[in-house]
């Protein structure tokens, strides 16, 4: 069984990078070469900007390649309470924030021709019992008379056709997304930004920077350039000078695996609708089919963070669940077995903007595959001075209580959870 990511083991190499020494000097030095650093390199360099990426693995090697491949709509809180806690309009603007990243992904994928199986599928949220289905109904209403009338309740014998499993209630049909070879199009955006004249570096992490009259000097493992802006691009990252950004972040291990390829007639009758799927409860469980026709089956699995032990645990609680969904998979081997790290918020919502003079978007809690490339292209136009196309620029950003970077509480927030599920 593999321990790497399926999507970066079956992606092509990137060819584009820098081998040389870095320039001396740049318009903008973007920290992290996942989606949302790539976007906006990309974007910048199409403005004309001298731009460096500066990534401590390889390109898209953490979050950006490491999650479970779906690109939808949808915000990470229920929509009723969203809109219940920030307002109607607040709640309508970043619901249609994330229906624009789906198709900010969708044009750069034509724009730049990048072969990554692209398949417009749509999202299917599952009612795991039948007081989410109430749940459900809810937000389906609420969504349909304020914001997307393209949503659709499903009954729990329409989601049956769709999911050959017993475990449902019924289902939220959202149909603005789409599927991708997450590694593929990651290399490909890479490509992109670098055919457009960006310099990317990988193996480079950036120990720290210091505020100088001409912008910012940066040190790296490879020596030192200068930089008239920053932009940090590096979700839950644990290395380098980030304490201010990770007493904000937590960060939370998401781990999934990855079937061999399963016969084209048992997909028929598991999964007809090839969709993104994704359950109701608190820890829960997300899956989608693969180009080759696996099943890929992620969650949190356990509150901890991912390293080789961790994610070989987890692995067996994902196939346990996966089981359980469906037993006709009994028998079926997997293949792929990884983990990472989501980048959460406190309230689950991205964070966009600047600390002392440096940018940053990160925070996306989960929904990173369409924000991250939305939000590049973003942060592009907001280091050139356009501040009004952040969508989050008005959220606060306190630092969580008792938190400095080691997420000492997560077993607590996973019994907390699980409590939750049991209860509600």
């Known amino acids: 069984m593999h321990s790497e990511s399926y999507w970066l083991d079956t992606a092509p190499a990137f060819t584009g990078a820098q081998s040389g020494a870095l320039p001396d000097q740049v318009d903008v030095a ?20 001298r731009v460096v990426v500066l990534e401590g693995g390889r390109v898209i090697g953490e979050a950006s390649g490491r999650n479970g491949g779906h690109c939808s709509t949808g915000v990470a809180q229920d929509y009723v309470a969203l809109s219940a806690s920030l307002g109607a309009d607040r709640a309508r603007a970043y619901y249609r924030a994330y229906e624009s990243a789906v198709q900010t992904v969708v044009a750069l994928v034509e724009q730049e021709q990048i072969a990554c199986d692209l398949k417009r599928n749509g999202k299917l949220k599952l009612a795991a019992k039948p007081l989410h289905y109430e749940g459900l109904a809810r937000t389906c209403e609420l969504i349909r008379r304020e914001v997307d009338a393209d949503v659709e309740l499903l009954s729990a014998e329409e989601t049956r056709a769709e999911v050959d499993s017993a475990e449902f209630h019924g289902g939220l049909l959202q149909r603005n997304g789409v599927q991708m070879h997450i590694g593929r199009f990651g290399v490909g955006l890479a490509h992109a930004a ?60 998401s781990f999934v695996i990855a079937t061999e390829v399963l016969p084209q007639a048992l997909i028929e009758r598991l999964l007809p609708a090839r969709r993104s799927y994704v359950t109701s409860r608190i820890i829960g469980n997300y899956f989608r ?20 032990n961790s994610d070989a645990k987890s692995g067996k609680v994902l196939q346990a669940a996966m089981v359980q969904m469906f037993p006709q998979l009994a028998q079926v081997k997997v293949d792929y077995c990884w ?28 929904h990173g ?43 607590m927030v996973g019994a907390y959870y699980r409590l939750q599920d049991y209860l509600h």
Request: proline share 5%; hydrophobic share 40%.
């Open 339 to 366: 983990g990472g790290l989501v980048d959460m918020t406190s309230d689950r919502l991205p964070r966009a903007g600047q600390h002392g003079g440096v940018y940053h978007s990160m925070g996306y809690s989960g």
């Open 194 to 253: 670098a055919r457009h004249g960006a310099l990317i570096y990988q193996h480079t992490p950036v120990s720290d920077w210091q505020a100088n009259a001409s912008g910012y000097r940066l040190n790296t493992s490879k020596g030192s350039l200068q930089a008239k802006q920053i932009l940090l691009a590096t979700g839950a990252c644990q290395h380098g000078d980030m304490g201010w950004y990770r007493r904000r972040i937590v960060p939370v291990g």
């Open 30 to 49: 973007i920290v992290g070469g996942g989606l949302t650093g790539l976007s906006a390199a990309r974007a910048l360099a199409m403005k004309g900007a």
């Open 289 to 308: 089919l693969t180009p080759d026709n696996r099943l890929l089956f992620g969650g949190r699995a356990r509150f901890a963070m991912s390293d080789a």
């Open 369 to 411: 595959v369409q924000m991250s490339v939305h939000m590049g292209q973003v942060m592009a136009e907001v280091l050139d001075g356009k501040v009004e196309a952040n969508p989050w620029r008005e959220l606060s950003w306190p630092a969580i209580p008792g938190h400095f970077g080691k997420p000492w509480f997560l077993p």
